[in-house]
């Protein structure tokens, strides 16, 4: 082949080696990334002790896991649309002392233990809910930006649930205990709730109008708006979908331990963010996908739990979370053009 002028043309050297284009792209990749690094993971604390891949070590790992997952998400949605929110860790702290304050005082009148759990969570994600409305009228009508929103309904949220708790665990209830170690396989009840409403969310951030305008408003707002879309609301039901996840994973926390404890999930939003950015999730808004929280969540779960499993002071977590960030970050940077990643 030649060009106009009768030149022959030179076929581009990507051109020539498409296996190598492919190449770079499967690296590029920060999903496929994710999973090889969670896949060596396994199979080096695997190497280290044979006990890690027993089926009750396995089902302590998905339990950890469902513990980070669904503040994971949150985020996700939170940080996709372009904000983030520092209050679900003190949100699952208060409400879960407030939800065992509720089941506590049905246990007293002798109320079954299926209703119990049942009022507990509705009364969990309501708590969390009311936290989110918080969070979004102090967003949209107060104007804070969600940094400092969140800041204070993460300080107000960790003293809230100190006050009513007195500092100690709110009520005792093994039933509860009980019924979060069965299960199926290496699954209890419990976590597979969890990752049922893992996929539903993940489905509806993917598929539906209302996940597609998040990708908008986080993009270009200023667009988002200009298309129609009514930017506050949308923003304000994001921190309420937050907070209700938050207050499921307090009522989580309850389950596992029998009790409300004031500082179950004190600090887990940097877990939960952690897990976000690892997943390629872009902290200015608008580009992500859950797939890639879910594998950052995997990814610190193993971590954290094979550390201790290996006999590693747990005061190296920290220190090895750090540097997988660091490299999520990097690979981030590393994407062509950073795009491509909502679709």
Avoid at 134 to 149: D, E, Q
Wanted: aromatic residues 8%; charged residues 10%.
């Amino acid at each position: 082949m030649s060009d106009a002028g009768g030149m022959p043309r030179v076929r581009p050297r990507e051109d020539r080696v498409p296996w190598a284009r492919r190449v770079r792209a499967t690296i590029a990749n920060q999903q496929f990334v994710l999973f090889v690094v969670l896949v060596a993971l396994l199979v080096f604390f695997g190497s280290q002790n044979s006990r890690f891949f027993t089926t009750a070590e396995f089902t302590n790992l998905i339990i950890d896991f469902c513990g980070l997952i669904l503040l994971a998400v949150a985020e996700t949605y939170v940080i996709i649309s372009g904000g983030i929110d520092l209050s679900v860790g003190s949100t699952v702290a208060i409400s879960g002392v407030v939800g065992a304050f509720a089941m506590e005082t049905l246990a007293s009148h002798h109320v079954g233990e299926v209703a119990i759990l049942l009022v507990g969570t509705v009364v969990c994600a309501g708590i969390g809910g009311a936290v989110g409305v918080l969070n979004a009228v102090l967003i949209t009508k107060a104007n804070l930006v969600p940094f400092v929103a969140t800041l204070v309904t993460l300080s107000a949220g960790a003293g809230m649930a100190l006050v009513f708790s007195r500092g100690a665990d709110v009520g005792s209830n093994p039933a509860a205990i009980s019924w979060s170690a069965t299960g199926a396989w290496i699954f209890t009840w419990e976590s597979m709730i969890v990752i049922a409403i893992t996929i539903v969310l993940s489905l509806v951030l993917h598929f539906t109008a209302y996940g597609r305008y998040n990708f908008a408003i986080g993009s270009n707002a200023f667009a988002a708006r200009v298309a129609g879309i009514d930017v506050r609301r949308h923003v304000a039901s994001v921190y309420v979908v937050a907070g209700v996840l938050a207050g499921l994973t307090g009522m989580f926390f309850y389950i596992r331990l029998g009790a409300g404890a004031p500082t179950s999930g004190i600090g887990d939003e940097l877990n939960a963010i952690a897990a976000v950015v690892i997943g390629g999730v872009s902290l200015v808004g608008g580009v992500g996908v859950m797939t890639g929280t879910i594998l950052g969540a995997m990814i610190l779960t193993v971590v954290t739990d094979g550390l201790i499993f290996i006999n590693i002071q747990p005061t190296w977590n920290q220190v090895v979370v750090g540097a997988i960030i660091a490299l999520a970050v990097v690979l981030q940077s590393l994407r062509p053009g950073r795009q491509g990643a909502s679709a």
